[in-house]
């Protein structure tokens, strides 16, 4: 494989970013409130974080609505193979913010804009491990800006529209592998700076029968993100003017989502939600990254830079959620469980995503401190299955088998304020 088309790959699968949060490369911690309760909001959506979840759940907020936080997230991933003994990926520390605020007028009609971040995080690995000619470092920042209007049609139906504006900006390093060729260029290093920007839309419904029940339905659509950025190689020897670098393009179109959620409350204080997210992962198949054809390398009687496509194959996937609140006097406890399935097949499965099926267990408070004022407090345990992957003898044709052990803590804080 020819360092270019390693950048390629590595490219491709980090414009597409989320490490460990969600299956796949989505973030789904948009608020405490919902994290805490496993991120069951959709039949609810009861404060400003409906934004995402359910932007019908705006219509039944009034007055003025506010609310800022954010979330720390602590993951951690090792790697062993049949060549290497264990090694841990450097440890990191991302935080995710949001912002929200709202205003309901009297006839019925809510309007909101919120801010959060829909995709990112990043890796790390130790310079001198075995997969440095794979990935070394990642980091991806993906912020959205998302206007809303929601409408209380009557007493028992609410529905919601959102647009969202995305953009992006990821950068990359790592050591590229030039198989045969290595010995010209032993320390050759390409760094990646690359930009993007999309929009999309969103809505939701609620409907709710009887007092006690709520249910939900909101959907997401897809959108296509289009990236430009540049790639610069170093150090590398005698083969520099075959890799000049220079501007590459590429495209990517981020899955459509469902949410659908049934809430019920069990007495006055309790409340109980079960929500099913689908996610078309099925749209990130096969991708292609444009760049300058660089100079005919001789022995190779080809170009060692060039344009290069990367098959991805993923499917579509499902999350289940099911979140618990009890409401005492000022206080809310808050617990929940997430079970979230990998869209990546085996053979797909590389140290720039090693993804895996998770269990996923949370608990939170929440405390009026005065009238109109609010804080909540959450945690979100991820516990990943171990992913064993296998080269071509294993029959999943993995380029780099072995075996992906992965946790992440998370802690998020919001501050809302109501008038």
Known sequence: MTGIRLFAGALLLFLVPGMVVAGGFQLNEHGATAMAQGGAF??????????????????????????????????????????????????????????????????????????????????????????????????????????????????????????SYMWSNV???????????????????????????????????????????????????????????????????????????????????????????VSYKLSQNTTLEFDYQWIGWSSYDTLVIGLPTGPVFPLAGRPLQATSKSPKDWNDASMLRLGMEYVHNEWAFRMGFIYDATPQPNRTVEPLLPDANRFEGTLGIGYKVVENWSIDVAYQLILFETRTVTGPLGGDLNTFPGKYQSTANLFGLGVSYAM
């Open 42 to 163: 959709a039949a609810r959506a009861s404060d400003l974080s409906a934004m995402y979840f359910n932007p019908a759940g705006l219509a039944q907020l009034s007055g003025l609505h506010v609310a800022l936080g954010g979330t720390m997230i602590l993951p951690r991933t090792s790697f062993e193979s049949v060549l290497t003994n264990s090694i841990d990926m450097v440890k990191q520390t991302f935080f995710i913010p949001n912002v929200y605020a709202s205003y309901a007028l009297e006839n019925g009609l809510v309007f909101g804009a919120g801010f959060c971040t829909p995709f990112g995080l990043g890796t790390e690995w130790p310079e001198n491990w075995a997969g440095r000619n794979r990935a070394v470092k990642a980091d991806l920042k993906s912020y959205a800006v998302n206007p809303t209007v929601a409408y209380k049609i009557n007493d028992i139906l609410f529905a919601g529209v959102g647009f």
């Open 171 to 261: 950068k990359l390093s790592y050591f590229p592998d030039l198989g045969a060729l290595q010995g010209f260029a032993p320390n050759g290093k390409v760094a990646l700076d690359a930009k993007g920007n999309s929009w999309s839309i969103n809505g939701g419904v609620i409907f709710k029968p009887l007092p006690e029940l709520s249910i939900g339905m909101s959907y997401r659509h897809s959108t296509e993100v289009s990236f430009e950025g540049t790639a610069t190689f170093t150090s590398m020897g005698q083969l520099a003017p075959y890799f000049p670098g220079g501007s590459g393009t590429t495209s990517i179109k981020f899955p459509n989502q469902i949410f659908a959620g």
